[in-house]
């Protein structure tokens, strides 16, 4: 897994609730990311972080924010959360030194939100 | 607006043939291309990556063809067996710094 941890692993809320999940990593990247999957819809790109404090939006961010204070973690908030936010969130690091698209990306294990 | 596409029906085959898994793509002039496996509740573990001008690539019984006038890549995993069933997703360059997944492909090798 490449160092990487996510937590919580499972979590359920109430609608309107703020969310905060949290990926964690050992090795020191650069770059992370936040995706999003549903059935259907596969694997879908939230955020991405290339540095820290260094963040920009993927395909489809809204109603998510990202923090990343320290190289180590990166921070995905649910401000108020949404019944179309249940779903299962992984995190990944991209390894590799230029940081394109072209280095592989390792996975968390992944957190499924439910959102009641 | 850049669109991949696998194949949404699940792929069964007998143990020991050849599955062969496509990606296509539109709007597309990726440089790179690359295919990662899924088992359930895990997340996507890398495969291979191929470039551009790699029109074929292999690892162990794993191929990989690019064929970027039709724009479509072939996944093949030859002797398929039993361990082999999961879901293939195929990735490609999103912004510079991200990947876009295709929605995968299932695969279920039965004995």
């Known amino acids: 897994d490449a160092g990487i941890t996510q937590s919580p692993r499972h979590k359920v809320t109430e609608t309107g609730t703020p969310v905060t999940l949290r990926c964690h990593q050992t090795e020191n990247h650069r770059y992370m990311y936040w995706y999003r999957q549903d059935p259907g819809h596969g694997l879908r790109l939230i955020h991405y972080?290339?540095?820290?404090?260094?963040?920009d939006k993927g395909e489809v961010s809204d109603g998510y924010s990202v923090s990343r204070s320290k190289t180590e973690d990166f921070l995905l908030t649910l401000e108020s959360a949404t019944s179309s936010q249940t779903s299962v969130y992984f995190c990944?690091?991209?390894?590799?030194?230029?940081?394109?698209?072209?280095?592989?990306?390792?996975f968390g294990p992944g957190t499924r939100l439910t959102v009641l | 607006s850049q669109k991949i596409e696998q194949n949404s029906e699940a792929l069964n085959i007998q143990e020991g043939k050849t599955a062969t898994l496509t990606c296509n793509y539109t709007n597309y002039s990726p440089a790179y291309l690359q295919w990662y496996r899924q088992d359930p509740g895990r997340g996507p573990v890398f495969l291979l990556l191929?470039?551009?001008?790699?029109k074929e690539k292999r690892k162990e019984r794993l191929k990989v063809t690019f064929d970027t006038t039709l724009k479509q890549s072939l996944f093949h995993i030859t002797a398929s067996q039993p361990a082999d069933s999961a879901t293939y997703l195929c990735?490609?360059?999103?912004?510079?710094?991200?990947?876009?997944f295709g929605k995968g492909t299932s695969l279920l090798v039965t004995p």
């Open positions: 972080s290339y540095g820290v404090k260094d963040t």
């Open positions: 191929i470039r551009e001008n790699e």
């Open positions: 990735a490609l360059p999103y912004s510079g710094y991200a990947l876009n």
């Open positions: 990944a690091i991209s390894v590799g030194t230029s940081g394109s698209s072209t280095d592989t990306q390792y």
